[in-house]
Each structure stands twice: as C-alpha cells, then as structure tokens.
C-alpha cells in the first residue's frame, strides 16, 4: 500500500500579514482605531478568501527604542 503525505496549511503570519484562523488565507483591514492610552490599534479585517470578519488587537512598538 502506498503512502501519502498530508500537507495542512498552517496558520502564519508571513511580512507582517494576519492570516486567517479558518481558512489560512490573507485577510485586509477594513477599519482601524488607535488606543493611544494603552499603545494598541484594534483592526477590524476580513479574510479574501472565505470572507470571514475577525477583529485584532495590534500592540505599537517602538523599534531601537530599548539599549
């Protein structure tokens, strides 16, 4: 009997990109609102493949701000 490899795609975030948590695809931003109290952005997105409406929260960093 033969055997098959399986490959699954994996949830990943590839350049910086969320992907999708049910289909793996990459999802766009529809709406943004700063928290600048707190650092933190809340996106809303929605997946370009299955359509899927999903909101982030995104923390601000500051690169080559620690030494």
Same mark, same amino acid.
């Given at each position: 009997?033969?055997?098959? *490899?399986?490959?699954?795609?994996?949830?990943?975030?590839q350049?910086?990109g969320? @992907?999708?948590?049910?289909?793996?695809?990459?999802?766009?931003? @529809? *709406?943004?609102?700063?928290?600048p109290?707190?650092?933190?952005?809340l996106?809303?997105?929605?997946?370009?493949?299955?359509?899927?409406?999903?909101?982030t929260?995104?923390?601000?960093?500051?690169?080559g701000?620690?030494?």
């Open positions: 009997m033969a055997r098959r *490899r399986i490959t699954r795609k994996k949830n990943k975030q350049g910086g969320i @992907r999708c948590p049910k289909c793996g695809s990459s999802t766009k931003v @529809r *709406r943004t609102e700063p928290q109290e707190i650092s933190v952005q996106r809303s997105r929605i997946c370009d493949k299955c359509g899927l409406s999903l909101e929260e995104e923390k601000i960093v500051a690169v701000s620690e030494k």
